[in-house]
């Protein structure tokens, strides 16, 4: 790895954001369901969720946002979900 290379890396946090901002304005919608809620390690809310698309099975976990924690209700296990997802990799995907 260069000198170059090594300034180019991107912050993780910067990364996961611009992703987050490609899939709400990019991606497609999709039905899911929150199967799981957890805290990690760092004290971040985590929901596990699942959606189906062409009869394929997903399942992940998103970090919920502090506008999203605020609404526990809507995000709790067993709730239906919108589900954004990119049409190119349907694995790639946010809760909104």
Request: proline letters at 3%; aromatic letters at 8%; zero cysteines.
């Amino acid at each position: 790895m260069g000198l170059f290379d090594f300034l180019k890396r991107e912050n993780p946090e910067n990364s996961a954001q611009k992703r987050r901002e490609r899939l709400l304005e990019h991606g497609r919608i999709t039905d899911g369901t929150i199967i799981d809620a957890t805290i990690n390690d760092d004290g971040e809310e985590v929901a596990v969720y699942h959606y189906n698309i062409h009869g394929v099975d997903f399942e992940l976990s998103d970090i919920l946002t502090d506008e999203q924690r605020e609404d526990r209700i809507k995000y709790a296990p067993g709730a239906g979900i919108a589900v954004r997802f990119d049409p190119k990799n349907h694995h790639n995907s946010i809760i909104v």
